[in-house]
């Protein structure tokens, strides 16, 4: 079965034209490593695997699970198994936190034909995740309003974490961390991974790429995807910098 393929897939923002021709082939439970310098188009990638809107694709494929996904709604994304943490979380003022996260769960738990949690059940549940998260402070508040930046972070790692993905893509989750956090989150998505997710993480610290050992790496510059090798590449990148590495 195919798990995750893209072939040649080319998407616009307007008239602009941002990803060209990818491909890319991803077996159940690969990590993928996405990197490449500001602007080249990682953050498009996630965003529209996920389905954002705002993106148009022009031509090209993606199929999930053997469906077409391009066809998919982004709940239908959600509910198919494919989470996005996103490199700039939105500020949601009204939404409290707790609601929200119980609502994604049990609306899965619905999908699924799963028992439904109370608010007590789900407070009960999360609790080892929220403490090893060290969220506990901020979980009355709503969503992400007056959050630091690595709450920010630690709260999409805990949203992860609750919908355990077929396919998690983790856009720069490992940015403004503090030592704490970083662990906290690297070995909450190592779980996971012994669970079975695959990952696409972008990231531009290979600290944590290297630790996850990926399968493979992909270099992208200026909407396309210029290497494909496999986790000795980031040895590379972190010698030579991208420029360097790409005249190589
Ligand atoms: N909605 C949009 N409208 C116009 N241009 C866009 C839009 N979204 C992205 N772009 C442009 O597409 C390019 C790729 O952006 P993207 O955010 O995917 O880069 P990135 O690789 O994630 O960069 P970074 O490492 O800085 O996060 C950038 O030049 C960006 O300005
Ligand atoms: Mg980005």
Redesign the pocket.
Known sequence: MVFLKLEKLSVS??K?K?LKNLNLSLRSGETVALV????????????VLMGNP??RVVSGKVKFCNHNLLKFKPEERSQAGIFLAW?NPPVITGLAIMDYLRGIYNQQQKVKKLPLLTIDGFAKMIKPLVQELGLNRVLQRDFNDGFSGGEKKRLEALQMAILRPKLAII??IDSGLDIDSFWAIKTLINRLKRQGAAFIV?S?YTRLLRSLRPDKVLI?SQ?EIVKNSDSTLLAQIDQLGFKRLLKS
């Open positions: 923002a307007g602009i941002i490449g310098a500001n602007g080249s188009g990682k953050s498009t990638l996630a965003q705002n993106y490199q856009d720069e972008i531009h992208m909407g």
